[in-house]
């Protein structure tokens, strides 16, 4: 395999984890949603969902924002219902933010609402090739420079 497939995977990624482009999709995806739920809230939502538990510094590095940021998003979406904060076992000067009953309701919507819009955008794709493509993303995620 020639370095050009790679430099051509390497420059879709570029722009698939473009922060702007993320934020843009975030919007998308959380309009009518309610005040506490939108592109800014989204990535802690979504993090929780993936990870269970966790503290505000300990999820700051998957959000891509420091703990104050964090902490101030998950203030939001504990007013809101969709999270609560539990003292950490194992730190006693620490909370873990926790996904509320309401908080995993609301990121399913976001879950279903993103798996449409992914299929929206594959359904002119020719029969087979999305089934195709899903399979090596997963093996290509799995396997790939990301482990």
Do not use: C
Not at 56 to 79: C, I, N, P, Q
């Amino acid at each position: 395999m020639d370095n050009e497939i790679g430099q051509e995977i390497a420059d879709a990624l570029g722009i698939l984890l473009k922060r702007t482009t993320r934020a843009h999709l975030h919007q998308r995806l959380t309009e009518g949603m309610g005040e506490a739920v939108d592109d800014v809230t989204y990535p802690v939502l979504s993090a929780l969902a993936r990870t269970g538990p966790r503290s505000a510094a300990d999820l700051a590095h998957d959000v891509g924002v420091d703990r104050s940021g964090v902490t101030r998003r998950a203030s939001r979406l504990e007013t809101a219902g969709l999270i609560r904060r539990e003292p950490d076992p194992t730190d006693r000067r620490a909370h873990l933010l926790v996904l509320t009953e309401e908080g995993r309701l609301v990121v399913a919507e976001l879950r279903a609402r993103l798996a449409d819009h992914i299929t929206t955008s594959l359904s002119s794709w020719p029969p087979g090739e999305a089934e195709t493509f899903a399979r090596h993303l997963r093996r290509f995620t799995a396997e790939g420079p990301f482990v």
